[in-house]
Every structure is written in structure tokens, then in C-alpha cells.
């Protein structure tokens, strides 16, 4: 399994950037899929995840309204949209693949290594 973040950078306040995660070494279709985010000095949070077939969603809130999660499941590729960025989401964020179809916080299988978000003018 490999997952591989990419995407990330600096971005302004109000600006916008687009995560995407490439997976291979398993069905990407039968998994749901996840980003969560670590920023310096804190913990991990969750911050968006969605079913295998794209049929739910979850965000966490304070990026609800902001923050987009997609997949396509025929190039194997997990999406993060961000627009309207702050400064609060500057973090490392991680791609991560559920154990089974249906998303569930915390169930993880295999994390990506991280792409790095600044939001910073």
C-alpha cells in the first residue's frame, strides 16, 4: 500500500489550495478514505473523510463550509479542496485509508507520509 500526498505549499490568507493523494497496492474503490492534519505543536484532528463510494461525507466543523473532499476511484485519487484558508490551517496533512467501505474517525490502515500546508501573508 502506498499512499502519497501532494499539493501542498504557502498559501494567503483567503486563498486556496487543492490536496490530492495517490493510492496504489490495494482496490482504492472498496475503502473509504480520509485527511487528517497536525499542526506544530498539536495533536492530530481529523479533518474530513468520506465512504468508499462517495456516498458520505464527514468534516470536522471548524473547516465545514471551506473544505471539500473527493475521490475518484477510477485514477485512484483522493481530493482535498481548501479554499477560504487561515492561518489555523497551516498543518501537515495526511491522507489515510480506512479498514473497510464505510468511513469511521480513527480507523486507519495505512497513513501517507504528509504534505505540508502554510497560510501565511
Known amino acids: 500500500v502506498q499512499l502519497v500526498e501532494s499539493g501542498g505549499g504557502l498559501a494567503q490568507p483567503g486563498g486556496s489550495l487543492r490536496l490530492s493523494c495517490a493510492a496504489s497496492?490495494?482496490?482504492?474503490?472498496?475503502?473509504?478514505m480520509s485527511w487528517a492534519r497536525q499542526a506544530p505543536g498539536k495533536g492530530l484532528e481529523w479533518v474530513s473523510g468520506?465512504?468508499?463510494?462517495?456516498?458520505?461525507?464527514f468534516y470536522m466543523d471548524s473547516v465545514k463550509g471551506r473544505f471539500t473532499i473527493s475521490r475518484d476511484n477510477a485514477k485512484n485519487t483522493l481530493y482535498l479542496q481548501m479554499n477560504s484558508l487561515k492561518p489555523e490551517d497551516t498543518a501537515l496533512y495526511y491522507c489515510?485509508?480506512?479498514?473497510?467501505?464505510?468511513?469511521?474517525?480513527?480507523?486507519?490502515?495505512?497513513w501517507g507520509e504528509g504534505t505540508l500546508v502554510t497560510v501565511a501573508s
Open positions: 489515510a485509508k480506512g479498514y473497510t467501505s464505510t468511513y469511521n474517525e480513527g480507523d486507519v490502515h495505512y
Open positions: 497496492g490495494f482496490t482504492f474503490s472498496a475503502y473509504a
Open positions: 468520506m465512504d468508499s463510494d462517495g456516498s458520505s461525507t
